[in-house]
């Protein structure tokens, strides 16, 4: 296992000991480059079949939670969390900013959280970003239910740059109150301003969990990984700065924490 000596627990099995054992424990995970690896078309990624079967081995416990938390529209995490009506997984799509939670467990809703929307047309918005990548190869916008995002894995550094620039100066313009993110070759804009560590509170308290296992892969999931409580733990998953107690390589590497965290929960409760 992958791990920063000076800053992340060297002992799996310590780590996950008081996660096995409390009460009623979330489960809350990213999901593109954490339980699905990062590629260049998003709508064909899916998790790996080893999270899957991780993932379904932790929900099928009892008082045991399992969420995806992303940066994904509501609907397109649905698609590629292969998620069905009957799912007992809880989703947190938006930053945060929508919910999906199971039949009984609470109505399923949208929230909004704080928005910026006074004096923006956000259909222009996108429709002018739009414009500005179009001659930009590789390079393209992702129409968000609170914004857009702007993706440049398949540019060059020099046109990645150009375009992150140029729609930079046209939300500087014409939102300027919008959240702006940055990610793995992701620049995002929202009018909505919840963060991923809003999404885990509200997980928190409508399921009552006791503790909170997360993780993430990016910048936007250290929001949720910084404000974890002292019971909880944080997972980085891949390189760059982290505030976790624990890291692992790649999406393969947490599936197998995820199973080790099943296997000690299920034992706990024999």
Request: charged fraction near 25%; glycine fraction near 8%; charge should be negative.
């Amino acid at each position: 296992m992958s791990m920063d000596s000076s800053e992340m627990t060297t002992d799996l099995t310590a780590a996950l000991e008081p996660l096995a054992a409390t009460p009623v424990l979330l489960v809350a995970l990213d999901f593109d480059g954490t339980l699905a690896p990062l590629i260049d078309e998003p709508m064909a990624a899916r998790a790996l079949p080893v999270s899957k079967e991780a993932i379904a081995s932790l929900a099928a416990l009892p008082d045991t939670v399992v969420a995806f938390v992303s940066g994904r529209m509501l609907a397109d995490l649905r698609v590629i969390g292969e998620h069905r009506d009957d799912s007992p997984i809880y989703l947190a799509g938006s930053h945060g900013a929508e919910f999906w939670y199971p039949t009984g467990a609470a109505a399923n809703h949208v929230h909004g959280g704080d928005t910026d929307t006074d004096d923006v047309d956000a259909d222009a918005l996108r429709a002018d970003a739009d414009l500005i990548v179009a001659d930009i190869e590789g390079a393209w916008i992702e129409h968000k239910a609170f914004g857009f995002a702007l993706h440049s894995r398949m540019s060059t550094p020099e046109d990645a740059a150009r375009a992150t620039r140029e729609i930079d100066a046209l939300v500087v313009e014409r939102a300027p109150d919008w959240r702006r993110r940055t990610g793995q070759d992701i620049l995002e804009f929202s009018s909505s301003h919840a963060g991923k560590d809003v999404a885990i509170a509200a997980l928190r308290e409508e399921t009552g969990a006791t503790a909170v296992f997360f993780a993430g892969d990016d910048v936007t999931d250290e929001d949720a990984i910084a404000h974890l409580s002292d019971g909880d733990l944080g997972v980085r998953v891949g390189p760059g700065e982290s505030s976790a107690r624990l890291r692992v390589a790649d999406a393969q590497e947490l599936a197998g924490v995820l199973s080790t965290l099943a296997r000690m929960r299920a034992a706990r409760r024999e």
